[in-house]
């Protein structure tokens, strides 16, 4: 049931404030993460990990990439992420002393299924983090948590994608605090910007329309560059793969510092700059790349901070989301994305819910 929607993946982009409520739900509460009714882990446990892998592919991967920036800043973790894909056919040092995060919405993806037999085999704690309780890789782990995203039907993912990253910055809190690492007011901030998002993100979704204007008045661009700095860096990416899955145009996603090692020379009027630049530490060299883009005539649409005035009359367009923590911005960056892909697939007429070649769970390799 599409529930009045055109499309499920529109549907699921409008669900994600629920989503966000759900995968916090009994985990958070009063200023606090407790996931201890999930992981038996104790305090020793978690000191005998030295590392932190997560594992995952396409979207997923984009999320644990997105909880990575987090972890490293508040966790004591030597962390590494990978595809699926290549984690399982390289020799990386793993064992015992290694936490192994599987993050997968189906359960059932082979790659990642086959890096984690490996990672158990070899010795590590392995944790999945998915959208089915039932599922392969649920039954295969020693412990898991669950998105509660509820069942996503549109091959492209987007509220699983909220779901996971709300899930995964849940277990750095966590960690972190078994860690010794977080003070009370620390994790009560967190905790407090956490509640908040839901709200924020539904005052991002109320404002659609725009994006559709945007969406529209490119409809002729054939290529895309996203661009975004640290936590930006990953939503870029999240960005450019929902463009390219469901409206078949390509698009890339760059860590804005490279664009002028390469992908510059792609720029052109018919080349449209997708910017994620909140007001975050990093805002005024991602503004610099605006300015670059500018010069060989691009066209930027920009995603930026409510009140953030610096990008007036240099971006052509910009998208505002409500102020959250510098961590916290791909809660809301990402959510325009997903619909400006959505309404410039439909504007070209595109299967949205079954893009051609995909499936919505890669259960082969
Ligand atoms: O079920 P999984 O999370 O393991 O799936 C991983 C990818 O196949 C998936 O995220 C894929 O990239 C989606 N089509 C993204 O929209």
């Known amino acids: 049931d599409k529930g009045g929607y055109p499309h499920f993946m529109l549907k699921e982009i409008n669900e994600q404030g629920a989503v966000l409520r759900n995968s916090m739900a009994k985990r958070l509460a009063e200023g606090t993460v407790d996931l201890s009714a999930e992981l038996p882990w104790t305090k020793k446990d978690v000191a005998s990990w030295k590392r932190l892998h997560i594992v995952a592919c396409g979207t997923s991967y984009y999320a644990a990439l997105v909880a990575e920036r987090f972890l490293e800043t508040i966790t004591d973790f030597d962390i590494r992420v990978d595809v699926a894909s290549e984690y399982r056919y390289r020799n990386i040092p793993l064992g015992p002393d290694t936490l192994a995060v599987f993050v997968s919405q189906s359960g059932e993806t ?16 392995c944790l999945a983090v998915t959208n089915v309780i039932g599922s392969t890789i649920a039954r295969e782990v020693h412990d898991v948590l669950q998105l509660k995203a509820g069942p996503e039907i549109g091959v492209a993912a987007t509220k699983t994608f909220m779901g996971q990253m709300a899930v995964l910055y849940l277990l750095a809190i966590h960690l972190a605090k078994m860690q010794g690492k ?32 945007t969406a529209m008045l490119y409809n002729e661009a054939r290529d895309f560059l996203f661009l975004g700095r640290g936590i930006s860096y990953p939503v870029a990416l999240e960005g450019a793969l929902k463009l390219k899955e469901i409206s078949y145009v390509h698009a890339e996603a760059y860590a804005a510092g490279e664009m002028k090692h390469g992908p510059i020379a792609l720029l052109d009027p018919r080349v449209p700059v997708v910017v ?37 009359g240099t971006a052509d367009h910009i998208f505002f989301v409500p102020e959250t923590l510098d961590q916290f911005t791909p809660f809301l960056t990402v959510a325009p994305l997903q619909l400006f892909s959505y309404f410039f697939a439909r504007f070209l007429g595109c299967h949205i819910d079954q893009p051609r070649n995909l499936a919505k769970s890669v259960t082969v390799e």
């Open 110 to 125: 082979a790659d990642t299924l086959a890096a984690e037999r490996i990672a158990r085999e070899k010795g590590a704690r």
């Open 182 to 213: 977080l003070t009370p007011e620390q994790e009560k901030k967190y905790c407090d910007e956490l509640t908040a998002l839901p709200y924020k993100l539904e005052s991002v979704l109320l404002r659609q329309e725009s994006l559709q204007e």
């Open 276 to 312: 994620i630049s909140p007001k975050d530490g990093l805002h005024e060299k991602t503004f610099s790349n605006i300015l670059e883009a500018k010069a060989r005539k691009s066209p930027v649409i920009a995603i930026a901070t409510e009140g953030d005035d610096s990008l007036d």
